[in-house]
Nanobody
Framework: QVQLVESGGGLVQPGGSLRLSCAAS????????MGWYRQAPGKQRELVAA???????NYADSVKGRFTISRDNAKNTVYLQMNSLKPEDTAVYYC??????????????WGQGTQVTVSS
């Protein structure tokens, strides 16, 4: 079994910063892509940022230049540094990981979500 545990959400004023972390644990052979998604009330879940094992990144247009995704492969952890936060960034943020349990078996896992609220 694999668990993804997120931390770092909270309430921040517009223009502020937050750093999210997501640590994967369990019977992990390796982790391929990792990413962050978000879901605001009444909206569909959307990709915020993703990173490959080798460090290649991909961002939603709405967060380019403000958010930075990174990972520590030794710790099976992915981070999301969020700067210049806007009220429209308010959402529940979910961690996602493509986890290989062996050379032949892999599954997609999700964290429980962490609330980010940007408000004055």
């Amino acid at each position: 079994q694999v668990q993804l545990v997120e931390s770092g959400g909270g309430l921040v004023q517009p223009g502020g910063s937050l750093r999210l972390s997501c640590a994967a644990s369990g019977s992990i052979f390796s982790i391929n892509d990792m990413g962050w998604y978000r879901q605001a009330p009444g909206k569909q879940r959307e990709l915020v940022a993703a990173i490959t094992f080798g460090g290649s990144t991909n961002y939603a247009d709405s967060v380019k230049g403000r958010f930075t995704i990174s990972r520590d492969n030794a710790k099976n952890t992915v981070y999301l540094q969020m700067n210049s936060l806007k009220p429209e960034d308010t959402a529940v943020y979910y961690c996602n990981a493509d986890v290989a349990l062996s050379r032949w078996v892999g599954y997609d896992y999700w964290g429980q979500g962490t609330q980010v609220t940007v408000s004055s």
